[in-house]
């Protein structure tokens, strides 16, 4: 297949790309600054840049790529995190419509962002949160949508938090967690819905290969967990107490408004759609899950 990829520098667009690139895959990188490879392409999403052709010929489009959501939510971050997702993916919609033939599958990131929804269980088919990241991913699936009515199929992919030893949210906890410093945050009791970056790529190529797939597709491992359990399980993993408790306006005063999304929020989202269609989980267990990854981190 040939398949154009945004975002394949960021912590998921990398691990996908090497699978895909392993499947035997003819991948096209559209990236942000001046290409280096053949298979890479700059394209310039802000101000409504794509190359010529760029493209031609795709079976599959895999758009990443947007703002990173870390950091402090200023006025300008919220609008940068919005907008990057919005414009970048109208504009490949545009170009997709224009096309003859046109490529039969677009996958587009979203996230499971529920919003604080304590103990409901949260499947594919239910809303999207009221807060910020809840109205950025309606926005941006509903740019997505323009694409599936030019008849294209479309997969919303709504990740969970992705886990990986060296990038992304695992990575940022694990050096207090090494100190000893890990702990419950706030109650505790609030679901987090994670994911490994394994499984996540897996997941990917899945909906990119079952053509019965379409609409909102939850990227998330079928145990989602209390926070609290998820420190004591990393505690373990490490060989580490995780005593410390760290209240929620702590984390508030650290982060920002990223702690109650992020940290703070009840998310107890499950892959049914996934499971459904025959995806079979690699690392479905948090013990084994945060066993794999360590391991993995520290044989790299
Ligand atoms: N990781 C998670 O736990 C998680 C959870 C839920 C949802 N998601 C979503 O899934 C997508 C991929 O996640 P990720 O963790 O791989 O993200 P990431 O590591 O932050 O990478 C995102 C990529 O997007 C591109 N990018 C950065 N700023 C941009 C901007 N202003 N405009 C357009 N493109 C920009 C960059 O690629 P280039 O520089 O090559 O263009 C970057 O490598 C993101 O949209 C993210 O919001 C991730």
Request: with cysteine; proline share 5%.
């Amino acid at each position: 297949m040939k398949i154009v990829l945004t975002g394949s520098t960021g912590l998921i667009g990398s691990a996908l790309l090497r699978q895909l690139e392993a499947d035997n895959h003819q991948v096209v990188r559209l990236l942000r600054r001046p290409p280096q490879r053949p298979d890479e392409m700059e394209w310039d999403p802000a101000a409504g840049k794509l190359p010529e052709g760029c493209l031609a010929g795709a079976d599959a489009i895999i758009h990443l790529g947007g703002e990173s959501i870390q950091g402090r939510w200023t006025n300008a971050k919220r609008g940068a995190i919005l907008e990057s997702r919005i414009r970048s993916t109208a504009l490949l919609a545009r170009s997709m419509a224009a096309m003859n033939p046109r490529p039969h599958s677009f996958l587009c990131a979203s996230a499971a962002a529920y919003g604080d929804r304590g103990e409901e269980i949260l499947t594919d088919h239910s809303d999207l949160g009221q807060d910020f990241l809840g109205q950025v991913c309606r926005a941006w699936e509903a740019a997505a949508a323009t694409v599936q009515r030019a008849g294209i199929r479309t997969v919303n992919l709504r990740l969970g938090m992705v886990l990986d030893g060296r990038r992304g949210a695992l990575a940022a906890m694990l050096p207090a967690f090494r100190w000893g410093l890990g702990g419950r945050v706030g109650s505790g009791r609030q679901f987090w819905s994670w994911i490994t970056l394994a499984d996540t790529a897996g997941a990917i190529r899945h909906a990119l290969a079952d053509e019965n797939l379409a609409g909102p597709v939850n990227i998330v491992s079928p145990n989602p967990i209390r926070q609290a359990d998820f420190a004591r399980a990393l505690g373990r993993a490490l060989g580490r107490p995780t005593i410390l408790p760290v209240s929620a306006r702590a984390v508030r005063l650290a982060f920002g408004e990223v702690a109650d999304a992020l940290l703070l929020a009840s998310i107890r989202a499950v892959p049914p759609r996934l499971l459904e269609s025959g995806f079979v989980f690699k690392n479905p267990d948090i013990d084994e899950a945060l066993e794999s990854i360590l391991a993995k981190a520290a044989a790299a």
